[in-house]
């Protein structure tokens, strides 16, 4: 079964710091990982995506996000993180064919100005 | 992208009432979806719906509890029937412009939903 873990509930940093959120999966044909922020009482946006292609992929507000098959991650990254970065992230995957997303649970990131 | 409008933005009801979620799409899409989400945790699909067609329900969610229309291609509602306390979170509509594999999906603002 299909399924996306973000073993971080909260991260903590300063600001200028580099910033990893860590997201897994479970999935058993190739698939298609995407990346979502939440802002406090706001709705969720989008901010990148993996298909196929270059493993790295690049998004909005600076972030970019690695896809390592061998370990079954889609890690998200930004140096250096802005306090305006504070907000909650979810990674979410695609049940591939029903347009149907598993969103992980959520990190919550604090970045101290 | 789509641009989804949902309404009412928050809403308190009784137990045992009944309430509309309304969502609006900016251009007409194919499929609408709905999650739910409850404080501080993850979403869940509720359902997808397509115009013209039942509502496709996933586990734990039924239609007798949470009836949703699609009456044209820009439009949906969702019903909470005999709201409960437990039934308190978020509830946002979704689509993408095009209904495929690997499309983003959008989301609404949102209706947080309190039922005392």
């Known amino acids: 079964a299909q399924s996306v873990d973000q073993p971080d509930a909260h991260v903590t940093l300063s600001e200028g710091a580099s910033l990893e959120l860590r997201c897994s999966y479970s999935?058993?044909?190739?698939?298609?990982l995407f990346w979502y922020v939440q802002y406090p009482g706001q709705s969720l946006q989008f901010l990148l995506k993996?298909?196929?292609?270059?493993?790295v992929v690049k998004g909005t507000k600076g972030f970019e996000a690695e896809f390592r098959k061998s370990n079954s991650s889609f890690n998200l990254k930004k140096s250096p993180a802005h306090w305006s970065d504070s907000a909650k992230y979810f990674c979410a995957l695609e049940d591939t064919g029903y347009q149907n997303f598993y969103f992980g649970k959520g990190t919550s990131l604090t970045v101290i100005p | 992208s789509v641009l989804l409008y949902q309404k009412p933005n928050r809403d308190i009801c009784q137990s045992g009432t009944s309430l509309k979620i309304q969502c609006v799409a900016d251009s007409q899409v194919v499929s609408m979806f709905w999650y739910q989400q409850f404080q501080e945790q993850s979403l869940m699909l509720m359902a997808t719906?397509?115009?013209?067609?039942?509502?496709?329900?996933e586990s734990g969610f039924t239609k007798d509890k949470f009836p949703i229309s699609r009456p044209n291609l820009t439009f949906s509602t969702l019903t909470v029937n005999n709201a409960r306390p437990g039934d308190s979170s978020i509830y946002f509509c979704?689509?993408?412009?095009?209904?495929?594999?690997?499309?983003?999906?959008?989301f609404g603002s949102g209706t947080r939903l309190t039922v005392l």
């Open positions: 993996y298909i196929t292609g270059d493993t």
């Open positions: 999935y058993s044909a190739a698939p298609y």
């Open positions: 979704s689509s993408s412009p095009v209904t495929a594999s690997a499309e983003t999906l959008y």
């Open positions: 719906a397509n115009e013209g067609s039942e509502a496709t329900y």
